[in-house]
């Protein structure tokens, strides 16, 4: 008997060894959230409500940690380094949709080395023009600069950023020939605008919103598939001419690749919660996030829809740059 139940003691500490240790009980220790973006941005405002509700939900501090530079490359590559234990989470966005063919030689695969958990938020861009430019519709704004190639200006964010590059998928899905400007910074490109030294550029709500209310700029077209109830008479590109154009910013949640599923599934389930509280919805709402949330399935399948479309812009225009 001594034997049977040595044996039978033995099976059930091998069982227990084969379980990840942190994953029998997640968290037992403070979680990092790697945000590849600066303190106060859309993302970063995110990240730590979320972080906020998810200390209360699972009792573990969860750190918001700011890597921000060469496009969110810096921070992709740390998180893709770091242990596959839960204990890092890494927010992807639409730059590593773009950067995956932008920039030459990354020494991470974003598709490959971590595995989706959630897509937490999309946020629309708006096509907003300096009074002076004589269009007050996507499609005279299109007329005209067919009417006068390499007349108008359009600015950005800076070279391969989001905004620049829904810039450049307006160009082309337009036909248009216009010169294009970038800044260091959405501020500098969004105080160009307002000084009338470029004509047009695509800018998140949040901070496009109060200029155009003020009457500084001119809204022409919103880049999502509906229109935004923050400005509800302002169109879509889409019904303005060019169909099923959509070209939105979007946050997700993600692990190192090798987490366990069982780890995955509770942040799966607390950052839903956190993100469908009034409170959090209320506060990205005025940002101009919408929260979007789902499965992990259904967030790998988002991600490389968005990795297929912006890769496919890139390869058309030649576009490339290095770290």
């Known amino acids: 008997m001594r034997a049977i139940l040595l044996r039978l003691s033995l099976c ?19 979680v990092h959230i790697i945000v590849g973006l600066t303190a106060g941005s859309g993302v970063d405002i995110m990240a730590r ?29 740390y998180a893709a380094s770091q242990e596959p234990d839960g204990y890092t989470i890494f927010i992807s ?25 959630i897509l937490a938020a999309t946020s629309p861009n708006l096509l907003i023009v300096n ?32 905004p620049q590059m829904t810039a450049v998928l307006f160009r082309e899905r337009a036909g248009i020939k216009v010169v294009d400007v970038p ?55 889409g019904e303005s001419g060019l169909k099923n154009f959509e070209a939105v910013t979007w946050f997700g949640f993600e692990v190192p690749k090798g987490t366990p599923h069982s780890i995955i599934d509770v942040l799966n389930k607390e950052i839903g919660k956190a993100l469908a509280t009034p409170e959090v919805k209320d506060k990205l709402a005025v940002q101009g996030l919408y929260v979007a949330g789902g499965t992990p399935e259904q967030f790998d399948h988002y991600m490389r829809a968005e990795f297929d479309k912006w890769g496919t812009l890139v390869r058309e225009t030649g576009m490339s740059m290095t770290e």
């Open 12 to 30: 059930l500490c091998a069982l227990a060894l084969s379980v990840p240790a942190n994953a029998a009980k997640y968290p037992i220790r403070p």
């Open 93 to 117: 966005t639409i730059a590593n949709a773009i950067n995956a063919t932008l920039y030459k030689n990354l020494p991470f695969d974003t598709l490959k080395d971590f595995s989706p958990v």
């Open 131 to 162: 009074p002076s430019v004589p269009a007050k519709t996507v499609e005279e704004l299109i007329a005209y600069a067919k009417a006068n190639p390499g007349k108008l200006t359009v600015g950005s964010s800076g070279v391969g950023t989001a």
């Open 49 to 77: 409500m979320v972080a906020q509700k998810l200390a209360e939900s699972l009792g573990q501090p969860f750190i918001v940690e700011n890597r921000p530079g060469a496009g969110s490359n810096i921070a992709t590559r």
């Open 183 to 237: 800044f260091k910074g959405g501020p500098e490109a969004t105080s160009a605008l307002l000084g009338g030294q470029i004509d047009y550029l695509f800018a998140i709500a949040s901070t496009a919103l109060p200029h155009i209310k003020a009457g500084r700029v001119r809204a022409l077209g919103i880049t999502s598939r509906q229109r935004s109830p923050l400005l509800p008479d302002v169109p879509t590109i």
